[in-house]
């Protein structure tokens, strides 16, 4: 089955306890990508990648790092979380890039206090 | 800010009505795309429109896309009680970055 995993999909964790998200693709999908939700502020592009070893900034990729070192995963490190990164993420990916429709993981529901 | 807005922000209609949704942006785009997303759950793509089309359909979605105004309107047509969700539109902003909007809540009511 076709489908973009994440994982966690629930988390709590503390103040710069240092986290990654992990994203994984089965679709041998070239365009990836992480997303924040937040109430009124719709979903906002943190990072994104074209390929294996080519990323770059989205829209609010301050407190981020992200890696691409295969093909298939692309996992999103806060590396001192904050409590304005409590959120909930979304990884997807798609065939080339922004011309085609992104598949969307399930969702990570982080909480830092 | 947003480069897509949805407008309204929230829309409740009866089972069987017709659901309209606009999305209004800012700058030029290759192409518009609608998702919807069920309460916290992962979006699904509905639909993609290209700058150099007016009208697309799918099923019971019908999308118009007007340039000159850089509006875009969602049509759902005889809503069913599983269309109730949360519905976004996204812009292609410029080296492969993507804007969603702050998408339109759908309620039908059964």
């Known amino acids: 089955e076709a489908q973009v995993t994440q994982n966690p999909r629930y988390l709590i964790t503390v103040t710069g306890k240092k986290l990654t998200v992990t994203c994984s693709q089965n679709?041998?999908?070239?365009?990836m990508s992480w997303y924040r939700q937040d109430p009124g502020l719709g979903l906002r592009q943190i990072y994104y990648?074209?390929?294996?070893?080519?990323?770059d900034k989205g829209d609010v990729p301050e407190g981020y790092k992200v890696s691409r070192k295969e093909k298939r995963n692309f996992p999103l490190i806060l590396e001192s979380p904050s409590p304005n990164q409590t959120s909930l993420y979304f990884c997807?990916?798609?065939?080339?890039?922004?011309?085609?429709?992104?598949?969307f993981g399930p969702g990570t529901r982080l909480t830092v206090t | 800010s947003q480069q897509g807005e949805e407008d309204p922000q929230a829309l409740s209609i009866q089972e069987g009505e017709n659901a309209t949704m606009n999305c209004s942006y800012k700058?030029?785009?290759?192409?518009l795309q609608w998702y919807r997303q069920n309460s916290g759950r992962g979006l699904v793509h509905l639909i993609l429109?290209?700058?150099?089309?007016r009208e697309k359909h799918s099923g019971r979605l019908r999308v118009t896309l007007d340039t000159s105004k850089k509006s875009s309107s969602l049509l759902i047509t005889a809503s069913r009680a599983a269309d109730t969700a949360s519905y976004f539109c996204?812009?292609?902003?410029?080296?492969?970055?993507?804007?969603f909007g702050t998408g339109t809540k759908l309620q039908v009511i059964p």
């Open positions: 997807a990916s798609s065939f080339r890039g922004r011309a085609y429709e992104q598949y």
């Open positions: 679709m041998n999908h070239e365009y």
């Open positions: 990648s074209m390929n294996v070893e080519v990323t």
């Open positions: 700058t030029s785009i290759n192409n």
């Open positions: 429109i290209r700058s150099n089309e």
């Open positions: 996204a812009t292609d902003g410029g080296y492969q970055k993507v804007t």
